[in-house]
Nanobody, 123 residues
Framework: QVQLVESGGGLVQAGGSLRLSCTASGRTLRGYDMGWFRQAPGKEREFVAAIRWRAGSTRYADSVKGRFTISRDNAKNTVSLQMNSLKPEDTAVYYC????????????????WGQGTQVTVSS
C-alpha cells in the first residue's frame, strides 16, 4: 500500500505562484510513474502533468504548458508541481497519483491517490 499526501495549496492572486508537494509513505516511489490531476467544482477530474520513472520523461496538459513544472526527488520520496503565472481557471483541488503502469493522462491507469490539496486563484 502506497499512501500519498499532498501539501502546499492555498490562496494566491492571479499571476502568482505556488509549489505543491506529494509525499509518499508505506513504500518508496521507485519504479512508479507519478501524475498530478485536478478537479474543480462541478467538473470532472482532469490531467495536469505526469513524470515517468524511466528516463524521467514528462508530459503536460496543453492548458498548463509553459507555466507548470513537475519534478521528483527520489531521495526524499516526493513529487512536486511548481505552478507559475496562475490563472483563476487553475482553481481546483489538486491530486497526486502513482502507478506502476501509467498511460499519462489516463486516470484509470493510476493505482494510488492522495486526498488532495485546495488551490484557489483570485482575480
Amino acid at each position: 500500500q502506497v499512501q500519498l499526501v499532498e501539501s502546499g495549496g492555498g490562496l494566491v492572486q492571479a499571476g502568482g505562484s505556488l509549489r505543491l508537494s506529494c509525499t509518499a509513505s508505506g513504500r518508496t516511489l521507485r519504479g512508479y510513474d507519478m501524475g498530478w490531476f485536478r478537479q474543480a467544482p462541478g467538473k470532472e477530474r482532469e490531467f495536469v502533468a505526469a513524470i515517468r520513472w524511466r528516463a524521467g520523461s514528462t508530459r503536460y496538459a496543453d492548458s498548463v504548458k509553459g507555466r507548470f513544472t513537475i519534478s521528483r526527488d527520489n531521495a526524499k520520496n516526493t513529487v512536486s508541481l511548481q505552478m507559475n503565472s496562475l490563472k483563476p481557471e487553475d482553481t481546483a483541488v489538486y491530486y497526486c497519483a502513482a502507478s506502476l503502469g501509467s498511460y499519462y493522462g489516463d486516470l484509470n491507469s493510476y493505482d494510488y491517490w492522495g486526498q488532495g490539496t485546495q488551490v484557489t486563484v483570485s482575480s
